[in-house]
């Protein structure tokens, strides 16, 4: 075959913008079919629309209810994250270290873990009201299992090998864990920091709204809080529905923020 032949038959390369154009085309095509059903809905069902619903997100913006709500939701899934973290990758190093440890702790892990964040709530709310700190404990308690069970499985997946051969050389148990039992059990530990993150996300949510009906009101804020003042008190799906495309964003956000912190420390995986 010549080469002008094979130059001819090879596939061309395709524009810059061909790609998000296909990745755009659907989410269009659904607003667009949402939008025609809308406007085919009587004024007495509410039924949010596109154009509404994007109208109310720039007045919530617009007058910071929005913004205030998300960064109150944002501020609690981030402390009880942060707790769950430290806890989960320690416990799940002990565990994953320790055969005694795993044995002692495993059964009252594998007890609770079954038990839904939501089924805590109650507890929380008794013990801590339905302020901030009830909100905390259940997304430290929503992330501190997946934190943990990775951590465990990466710590326990680490090659002997490699730990029979620093004992060997003297090298002291601390710098055994930091040199060979973190950097190997790295990756596992960062996808149950992925995963928790997700779940403390849905979790702050699901507690707001079950905080602010709890006190007949909007709680202690948060936009799960604001949800719920839009349900029982001015009736607004759109503003419902805003609320819900934005923690659907946030939560993308989140992924895509691991994803790339997962590529950037573990390299060797990608």
Not at 142 to 153: E, I, Q
Request: proline share 7%; glycine share 10%; aromatic share 6%.
């Amino acid at each position: 075959m010549s080469d002008g032949l094979a130059g001819a038959l090879a596939p061309r390369p395709e524009p810059r913008w061909a790609t998000p154009a296909r990745g755009a085309a659907l989410p269009l095509l659904l607003l667009a079919a949402w939008q025609a059903w809308a406007t085919t809905q009587p004024d007495i069902t509410r039924a949010p629309s596109p154009v509404q619903v994007a109208a109310t997100f720039v007045r919530l913006t617009a007058s910071g209810d929005l913004p205030v709500s998300l960064l109150q939701s944002l501020g609690r899934v981030l402390g009880g994250f942060a707790a769950a973290l430290v806890l989960g990758i320690v416990l799940g190093i002990a565990m994953g270290t320790s055969r005694t440890v795993r044995a002692a702790v495993e059964p009252i892990v594998e007890s609770f873990r079954p038990v839904a964040p939501m089924a805590v709530l109650p507890i929380a709310i008794l013990w801590f009201g339905t302020g901030t700190p009830a909100a905390l404990s259940i997304v430290g308690y929503a992330a501190f299992f997946p934190l943990l069970l990775n951590t465990v499985h990466g710590v326990s997946q680490v090659d002997r090998t490699l730990l029979q051969a620093a004992r060997t050389m003297g090298v002291p148990r601390l710098r055994i864990l930091r040199k060979v039992v973190l950097p190997a059990s790295l990756p596992s530990i960062l996808l149950g920091a992925r995963l928790a993150l997700g779940v403390a996300w849905t979790a702050i949510i699901a507690a707001e709204l079950a905080v602010g009906a709890k006190s007949g009101g909007g709680g202690s804020g948060g936009i799960g809080a604001m949800m719920f003042v839009f349900y029982a008190y001015s009736i607004d799906l759109n503003g419902i529905v805003a609320c819900m495309i934005v923690i659907g964003l946030v939560a993308l956000a989140i992924d895509r923020l691991f994803r790339g912190l997962e590529r950037r420390l573990t390299p060797w995986r990608h």
